[in-house]
């Protein structure tokens, strides 16, 4: 079936984190508290969008099987 992500928005939150992510990569000089604190908030909300879509996915399987 492939990865269905129901409309939220997963794909573009992958994206931002990988872009802060090379961002600081591509630099040099320290890494700030607030660098840190927006990836691992963008972190959280893909997690959380990870864990809505396997419950969806979840139920929609249920759904297919009765």
Same mark, same amino acid.
């Given at each position: 079936?492939? $990865?269905?992500?129901h409309g939220l928005p997963l794909v573009q939150l992958k994206e931002q984190r990988r872009d802060l992510v090379v961002a600081l990569q591509n630099?040099?000089?320290p890494v700030s508290s607030w660098e840190l604190m927006q +990836? #691992? #908030? +963008? *972190? *959280?909300a893909i997690s959380a969008f990870e864990d809505v879509i396997a419950d969806l996915d979840a &139920? $929609? &399987?249920m759904e297919a099987a009765a």
């Open positions: 079936m492939g $990865l269905v992500d630099r040099s000089g +990836i #691992a #908030a +963008i *972190q *959280q &139920e $929609l &399987e």
